[in-house]
């Protein structure tokens, strides 16, 4: 008689897996919602589907509240292997926290930004603007979902999924506006964006191949010791993998996509993918590279050194370019700024490279934040002001609306770095010396020349809001129209907070000068 094999393991224990449901909460409930939301819109009627987008708000409000416990404990992870080599799939530290705050509370500007533009109660009406509201919805939650799941991802396979269900659906809110453009914009951003992706899985493989595993923290162990013969083929797969995140932070020269899919997108889109969709790109690439590939520090510092001073090169000299009559001009530019802020948010990734820790990061994250508010707040005032997008069409506007005229003025200022936005003043600062520090004098002298460049068209753009008002422009140039309340909330909202920051710029600089993991 054959003996039976046996199936025992000799720790059955390590195969089981750990949940801390608090943990987890935040990116939890934004998913709850967008289920919620999805089938709350089938048994709703037509005439009351804007509750939705309250419905979507209090969700993301909900999964902000579950940031607190976390914020004021110790760092929790969970979804872990107790088994010899194991390791936690997912960590709740200060660096995941901060960037939670900046998906979520940017989805939940986005959503004040949008309640608007839904038009939910005239279905197949036919309108440009309108966009199918249970779709839009769900599909904007799912992708904040995925966007606050990525920073506190700890191996390789969480990253690319939440890296994927963070842009999968914002493919399709790309192409939900019904005016033509929508479709061409997302087809552009889909196969751009799905090339990089095969890039990207393609080097996770060769990692795979040369650490043996793929934890985050198990990489960089297995690439410290591992063969001659495979340092090759894990330099390879370190390369390709920084391109799935270098494409959705927008660096160059993977930011071709940028400007038509923004000026294609619904507005409220186009301000959610300067903000969240970089905000992914990121945390994903800080934590690639000062956690799984730290054993080649110097070789990646130098790869992201270059992209950061093409990125803030080109993507001001782009935004220099733009003319005043262009159609959507005011949305390419503020695309291409989001481009040249995207090199300074690179800035402190390559110091760390050279320093050889995470400490440089607290620069990111703090300006990443403040770049957050600012950038949503400038979306939020083109929304108000409307018509065709043309920046002529703001010549002006403080004749006409006043208070948006300074909301927008001041946005720019604080993206442009000058008093009274001190915030974004202080912001490039801490970013600038974390390169002088690391000794990368070369690019805070490159970062040094494109801040004074790009002033030219920040002060060019605030200039035109209070230049006398013109005859006529189009519907720009109309009277004063009465503002929806839930746009004029996002704008007060990035308003306030802006002005709290730059009187009190410790209340988000001081993420630089504390640990981040």
């Known amino acids: 008689m054959t003996p039976l094999t046996p199936l025992a393991v000799a720790d059955p224990g390590g195969l089981i897996q750990s949940v801390d449901w608090v943990a987890v909460a935040p990116p939890l409930i934004a998913a709850l919602a967008a289920?919620?939301?999805?089938?709350?819109?089938?048994?709703?009627?037509?005439?009351?589907?804007?509750?939705?987008?309250?419905?979507?708000?209090?969700?993301l409000l909900a999964a902000l509240a579950a940031l607190l416990p976390l914020a004021l404990g110790d760092t929790r992870s969970t979804f872990c292997f107790k088994s010899p080599g194991g390791g936690c799939s997912y960590t709740a530290d200060h660096f995941a926290l901060a960037f939670q705050l900046l998906a979520l509370g940017g989805a939940l500007l986005t959503v004040l930004l949008s309640l608007h533009t839904v038009d939910a109660?005239?279905?197949?009406?036919?309108?440009?603007?309108?966009?199918?509201?249970?779709?839009?919805?769900?599909?904007?939650?799912?992708?904040?979902?995925g966007a606050a799941l990525l920073p506190?991802?700890?191996?390789?396979?969480?990253?690319?999924?939440?890296?994927?269900?963070?842009?999968?659906?914002?493919?399709?809110?790309?192409?939900?506006?019904?005016?033509?453009?929508?479709?061409?914009?997302?087809?552009?951003?889909?196969?751009?964006?799905?090339?990089?992706?095969?890039?990207?899985?393609?080097?996770?493989?060769?990692?795979?191949?040369?650490?043996?595993?793929i934890q985050l923290q198990g990489i960089a162990d297995g690439l410290a010791h591992a063969p001659g013969q495979l340092k090759p083929l894990a330099e390879a797969g370190a390369v390709l993998t920084l391109v799935g995140f270098a494409f959705k932070a927008a660096a160059v020269p993977f930011h071709f996509w940028v400007p038509d899919t923004y000026a294609g997108a619904p507005l409220p889109v186009a301000?959610?993918?300067?903000?969240?969709?970089?905000?992914?790109?990121?945390?994903?690439?800080?934590?690639?590279?000062?956690?799984?590939?730290?054993?080649?520090?110097?070789?990646?510092?130098?790869?992201?050194?270059?992209l950061a001073?093409?990125?803030?090169?080109?993507?001001?000299?782009?935004?220099?370019?733009?003319?005043?009559?262009?159609?959507?001009?005011?949305?390419?530019?503020?695309?291409w700024s989001s481009v040249g802020q995207a090199g300074y948010l690179l800035v402190p990734l390559a110091a760390a490279g050279y320093a050889g820790s995470a400490e440089p990061l607290g620069a990111t994250v703090a300006y990443a934040l403040i770049y957050g508010l600012v950038n949503l707040g400038a979306f939020g005032a083109v929304a108000l002001v409307g018509g065709s997008g043309r920046l002529d069409g703001f010549r002006g506007l403080a004749g006409r609306n006043r208070w948006a005229a300074f909301a927008l003025a001041f946005f720019l200022l604080c993206l442009a770095g000058l008093p009274p936005g001190v915030v974004g003043l202080f912001g490039k600062v801490v970013v600038f010396r974390s390169a002088v520090d690391a000794g990368l004098g070369w690019l805070a002298v490159v970062m040094a020349v494109n801040v004074v460049v790009a002033l030219a068209y920040y002060l060019k753009w605030t200039a035109l809001?209070?230049?006398?008002?013109?005859?006529?422009?189009?519907?720009?140039?109309?009277?004063?129209?009465?503002?929806?309340?839930?746009?004029?909330?996002?704008?007060?909202?990035?308003?306030?907070?802006?002005?709290?920051?730059?009187?009190?710029?410790?209340?988000?600089l001081g993420v630089v000068s504390g640990s981040l993991f």
């Open 35 to 59: 289920l919620a939301v999805l089938v709350t819109d089938l048994f709703l009627p037509e005439a009351r589907k804007r509750l939705l987008g309250w419905l979507s708000a209090a969700g």
């Open 121 to 145: 109660a005239v279905p197949n009406s036919g309108s440009a603007a309108g966009l199918p509201g249970g779709e839009y919805w769900f599909l904007l939650l799912s992708s904040a979902c």
């Open 152 to 213: 506190a991802a700890r191996d390789l396979a969480t990253l690319v999924i939440a890296l994927e269900v963070a842009t999968l659906p914002a493919f399709a809110l790309v192409g939900l506006r019904r005016d033509g453009r929508g479709a061409e914009s997302a087809l552009k951003f889909f196969l751009s964006s799905v090339t990089a992706t095969a890039v990207m899985l393609l080097g996770v493989s060769f990692v795979y191949a040369a650490a043996g595993t």
């Open 271 to 306: 301000g959610y993918l300067s903000v969240v969709g970089k905000a992914a790109g990121l945390s994903g690439l800080a934590l690639v590279t000062t956690v799984a590939f730290r054993p080649y520090g110097h070789t990646w510092g130098l790869v992201l050194a270059v």
């Open 309 to 335: 001073a093409l990125t803030m090169t080109v993507g001001n000299a782009a935004a220099l370019r733009q003319r005043t009559d262009t159609p959507h001009g005011a949305v390419r530019l503020l695309a």
């Open 465 to 508: 809001l209070f230049e006398p008002a013109p005859e006529a422009v189009g519907p720009e140039a109309a009277g004063p129209r009465r503002a929806p309340a839930s746009l004029t909330a996002a704008l007060g909202l990035a308003a306030v907070g802006a002005v709290v920051l730059s009187v009190a710029p410790q209340l988000v």
